[in-house]
């Protein structure tokens, strides 16, 4: 990333809010025509990073805690330009990926159509809660937190992130103590009070001795009610919507 007095002086020569800009775009399109020759074409890099709010900078801890940003570096040019930014709390997979692809088609609509990746072989790590409790235990008793994120194999932020959720991680484990499932992720469907029921009545039927799924299949089937997949993943939809009302 670009140093901060690099960044600062752009501050100070533009007016940069935040998302893409037009700015940024319309300078891109005069780079690609200005490199378009017959025996060369332009190529570069579409970079993206997440940089953590740091003590230097003034900010609202409980809005912002990274600046999220979108870069194009000349591959066989001399300049790299900003193309967007945000300030963010945080985002999922699915939110990453959307502005990337919405990164994407902005390059497209000036020309640029060539797009190479290399292949992340890096693995997430997933580590259970109650290695992160633990992870938490170690941090109040004293040690550093850049240990115990190295230990565990995961960043600093991640960990921090640990000890400011301290309180749901104990209250889950506490949960799991009481519960016959064995889940080590903490992470929830999106229908988690459906799941939850289907899951209470299911054992409810089994230690009966009755085979649940196949006589309710059995009931339906002798109604004449179709039994798809589709229809019945919107009947779940349905359920679940009546519950959270």
């Not at 890099?45 to 709010?53: C, H, L, N």
Request: charged share 30%; glycine share 4%; with cysteine.
């Amino acid at each position: 990333m670009p140093a901060p007095a690099v960044v600062r002086k752009w501050i100070q020569i533009f007016c940069w809010e935040t998302g893409f800009s037009d700015l940024t775009l319309n300078a891109l399109k005069d780079k690609v025509e200005e490199y378009k020759t017959p025996n060369q074409t332009l190529l570069y890099s579409f970079m993206m990073d997440e940089m953590s709010i740091r003590k230097q900078v003034e900010f609202d801890r409980h809005c912002y805690r990274e600046a999220l940003l979108f870069m194009i570096v000349a591959i066989n040019g001399r300049f790299k330009i900003l193309l967007a930014y945000s300030f963010i709390k945080s985002l999922t997979e699915t939110e990453k990926a959307n502005l990337i692809k919405e990164a994407l088609v902005h390059l497209h609509e000036i020309f640029v159509c060539r797009l190479i990746m290399d292949q992340n072989n890096r693995k997430r790590k997933v580590v259970p809660i109650e290695e992160k409790l633990k992870a938490i235990k170690r941090i109040e008793a004293g040690e550093p937190l850049k240990n115990v994120a190295r230990d565990y194999g995961v960043g600093d932020e991640t960990v921090g992130d640990w000890k400011r959720n301290r309180t749901k991680i104990e209250a889950w484990c506490i949960k799991q103590v009481s519960s016959s499932s064995k889940r080590k992720s903490m992470k929830q469907g999106d229908y988690e009070k459906v799941n939850e029921a289907l899951f209470t009545w299911f054992n409810q039927q089994r230690s009966k001795g009755v085979p649940a799924l196949f006589t309710w299949f059995n009931q339906q089937r002798s109604k004449g009610v179709p039994r798809s997949g589709p229809i019945l993943q919107q009947k779940a939809i349905m359920i679940s919507r009546q519950l959270d009302t």
